[in-house]
């Protein structure tokens, strides 16, 4: 044992897990197979895949370090144990929050000399990589050049601004995602029975369940997080009520006779199968204590919708994401926003943003906002409508809510058009009546060998050799000559544009 290792650690260095440790430490995936999400990395034959599988044949093929981009919570730091517990390398860890250029050196000088010495490859993973400095990440190089170690380095930044071009250009990039609902719940569920986590101690009620994946947010290590809480809120209950309370002539025969109010107990006799509900669930075999038990029923601790916002201080928004909430609230934030009703707007916004709706569908049905009922009374509504889409794929939320929230005000408090709307839904109607007609010869394609014996593009006025640039010739097929399926309003920009057409309309008609 060394200056690099201490207690605590498994043969290869890897932090060894105590009974006390948080959840999120413990439900750490021990092997490949219990890892949630990431699919895309993992396929057999993929680089990472070839990190956690080593074989001799593939050893020299393996990529010599890796920078693992993604999200909190998404198995950064699990991927870089499994990687040296797997391939049985030895494990050494520097957060760059507290490392300095003399401990990373020092790390890679004893990795340099375990490595010639015997031969011991070394594992070197380093945390929110992106807080290194400049300094720091040059002392990686030529570590990473001649694989003295391999890198695997964490970051929750886009590398590409935050890490130094020649370590990323030595280095394979990798990008995790978001882990799904299905991912989160996969977890979860596995954390309430595994051993390791709540040992079945506890029963999760569907509604707390449904709660908890919506304030995950695909963060694997939040929502263990939240779920330690409300089962530990849930548990301490659980023991407080089967604890012996003194019984008292006054209440001996009201406690004999009546059910408990107590709503975190389960299993008092008030109802006719002698099932109640609360916060403990009986568990015996046929419903009949065994031989030897003292006839007390086996029990779990229910973590009930109520004990999950107790312990995490944080109302449940009532919102379902595939039933009729979802439906409604999305109605009503879009007829809002319509309405030009800014604070209902921001009330909706807040009940999907805080229900865990995906930003991305969000800001689509901004944008569908901006050009329905908007339009050209401010063309620029959808200008700040698509910057708002982008800001949710470049920044992620939490912060790309302010990016949505902007958009939001700017639409409600728009003048508001829906004439673009009308007109493009009256020009498709016509085409699907039938109101086709051919295209008039002079506007044809002309730039092919024989075109012009065929009168393609015969007569075509060049527009801007005209005043105004505007030629005075006929456009539209003859059958629909005369149609005018753009009607503008009276209201923002869309004045501008009425008062441009009576211009134009004119001289259009002369080339009839």
Do not use: C
């Not at 990431?38 to 920078?67: D, M």
């Not at 010869?441 to 060998?449: M, P, Q, S, T, V």
């Not at 060049?462 to 503008?488: F, N, S």
């Amino acid at each position: 044992m060394d200056l690099f290792e201490s207690t605590g650690q498994t043969v290869v260095g890897v932090p060894e897990v105590s009974e006390h440790a948080p959840l999120a430490v413990r439900m750490r995936p021990a092997h490949v197979e219990e890892v949630t999400g990431q699919q895309h990395l993992l396929r057999p034959g993929s680089p990472l895949r070839r990190l956690l599988e080593p074989t001799a044949a593939e050893n020299r093929a393996a990529p010599g370090s890796v920078i693992l981009w993604g999200p909190p919570g998404t198995g950064k730091t699990t991927l870089a144990y499994l990687i040296a517990s797997n391939s049985g390398r030895r494990f050494v860890e520097l957060s760059a929050v507290t490392a300095g250029v003399r401990d990373v050196r020092a790390v890679i000088e004893d990795a340099r000399r375990r490595l010639t010495a015997g031969g011991e490859e070394t594992v070197l993973f380093i945390d929110e990589v992106h807080r290194f400095s400049k300094s720091q990440q040059d002392a990686l190089l030529p570590s990473v050049e001649n694989r003295w170690v391999t890198l695997v380095a964490a970051t929750t930044e886009n590398p590409s601004f935050s890490v130094n071009s020649p370590l990323l250009s030595r280095s394979l990039l990798l990008t995790l995602k978001s882990l799904e609902d299905e991912d989160i719940a996969r977890l979860v569920d596995r954390a309430v029975s595994d051993p390791r986590g709540l040992n079945g101690d506890v029963e999760l009620a569907p509604e707390a369940r449904e709660h908890l994946l919506r304030l995950a947010g695909g963060d694997a290590r939040k929502a263990l997080t939240i779920l330690e809480a409300a089962a530990g809120a849930a548990l301490e209950r659980h023991y407080d009520s089967l604890t012996p309370q003194p019984i008292t002539d006054d209440s001996a025969e009201s406690e004999d006779t009546s059910p408990s109010d107590d709503p975190g107990v389960v299993g008092h006799a008030d109802s006719e199968d002698g099932a109640g509900s609360g916060s403990i669930v009986e568990n015996q075999d046929d419903g009949q204590a065994g031989a030897g038990e003292t006839g007390a029923a086996q029990t779990r601790a229910l973590v009930d919708l109520a004990t999950m916002e107790q312990a995490i201080d944080i109302a449940a928004v009532r919102y379902d994401k595939d039933g009729d909430q979802h439906y409604d609230v999305i109605s009503a934030f879009i007829k809002s926003m319509r309405g030009s009703d800014v604070n209902a707007s921001l009330h909706y916004l807040a009940r999907m943003i805080v229900a865990g709706e995906d930003p991305r569908f969000i800001a689509r049905r901004i944008m569908i906002s901006a050009s329905e009922d908007v339009g050209m009374a401010d063309p620029s509504a959808l200008q700040t409508a698509a910057a708002a889409a982008q800001a949710v794929q470049l920044l992620g939320m939490p912060e790309a809510k302010y990016a949505l929230s902007q958009a939001v005000v700017h639409i409600a408090t728009a003048p508001k058009s829906n004439r673009s709307h009308d007109a493009i839904n009256a020009a498709i109607a016509d085409v699907q009546s039938g109101k086709i007609g051919t295209v008039p010869e002079h506007l044809r394609d002309g730039h092919y060998a024989g075109a012009k014996k065929l009168g393609h593009a015969v007569g075509y006025k060049y527009a801007h050799d005209y005043p105004h640039a505007i030629a005075p010739q006929q456009y539209l097929p003859d059958v629909l000559d005369g149609a005018e399926y753009y009607q503008p309003s009276d209201r923002g920009f869309e004045r501008n544009v009425t008062q441009r057409l009576e211009g134009i309309n004119p001289i259009l008609r002369d080339g009839r």
